[in-house]
Nanobody
């Protein structure tokens, strides 16, 4: 599967952005989808994931209550709605896909990655 992330940009603290990740192929609905982020000089951190049918979502504590992950299997797209953004949310955001029995939060567990989209939150 090929992934294309979009929707990043510059926003003031307290603002919102919605990231999209479009996937190619006819098997999108069989993949667990995740969002990760990487700030300069830091490791790539887990943000959120959603299971293949969208029945289960899971979030990092740092974004819980502010971010919402969702997916549209008919259109091969996963979304990350980000509200109440903070300067510490500034990073390159990546979408990723994996087929697995258990939904992983480690980046090394994911097989396919999008190219990343920059999110910058100004104070």
């Amino acid at each position: 599967v090929q992934l294309q992330a979009s929707g990043g940009g510059l926003v003031q603290a307290g603002g919102s952005l919605r990231l999209s990740c479009a996937a190619s192929g006819r098997t999108f609905s069989t993949y667990i989808m995740g969002w990760f982020r990487q700030a300069p000089g830091k490791e790539r951190d887990f943000v959120a994931l959603i299971t293949s049918r969208g029945s289960i979502t899971y979030y990092a504590d740092s974004v819980k209550g502010r971010f919402t992950i969702s997916r549209d299997n008919a259109n091969n797209t996963v979304y990350l709605q980000m509200n109440s953004l903070k300067p510490e949310d500034t990073a390159v955001y990546y979408c990723a896909a994996v087929r697995a029995v258990r939904a992983p939060t480690r980046s090394t567990s994911y097989d396919y990655w999008g190219q990343g989209t920059q999110v910058t939150v100004s104070s």
